[in-house]
């Protein structure tokens, strides 16, 4: 039987900030605030994974990166399927780099699928439109 993964607000939030939900990624959730760089996106869209925060998966991918996919009706349920079978154990920020409206984060997701590890290391490509980071693809690494 699979983990319960923790949904209350006061728990801390699985992105590995050590700050609670309510105050590291719920507001991005909730859209209260939109991530200030592609590492506060990253983490925010691992910890939606966590959550099954389809919407905001999609809201934060870019239409014109390699990451998007269409239909979107089938890429939403590929999301909702993918998060509904992991246990979200953690991510590691990795390393990264910054050029204006571009930027990279290398990552380690730590992932659990019927209690065999399948956590990855991915270096994944962003881009800001509009003053909003997006992710636009991912090369997996490991």
């Not at 925060?53 to 999609?58: E, G, K, Q």
């Not at 089938?74 to 246990?87: L, S």
Request: hydrophobic letters at 30%; one cysteine or more.
């Amino acid at each position: 039987m699979a983990k319960k993964r923790r949904r209350r607000s006061s728990a801390l939030c699985v992105c590995g900030s050590g700050e609670s939900y309510a105050k590291c990624c719920g507001p991005y959730h909730r859209g209260e605030a939109i991530p200030e760089t592609a590492r506060e996106l990253m983490r925010s869209r691992y910890s939606a994974y966590a959550r099954g925060l389809v919407d905001y998966i999609v809201e934060t991918t870019d239409p014109e990166g390699d990451a998007w996919q269409e239909p979107v009706v089938q890429w939403r349920e590929e999301i909702a399927e993918f998060g509904r079978n992991m246990v979200f154990l953690g991510v590691e920020i990795v390393g990264g780099e910054s050029d204006g409206d571009r930027a990279t984060v290398t990552f380690l997701a730590k992932l659990e699928r019927r209690g065999r590890d399948v956590s990855f290391e991915e270096k994944s490509q962003f881009v800001r439109r509009d003053g909003r980071w997006l992710y636009s693809c991912g090369e997996p690494l490991r």
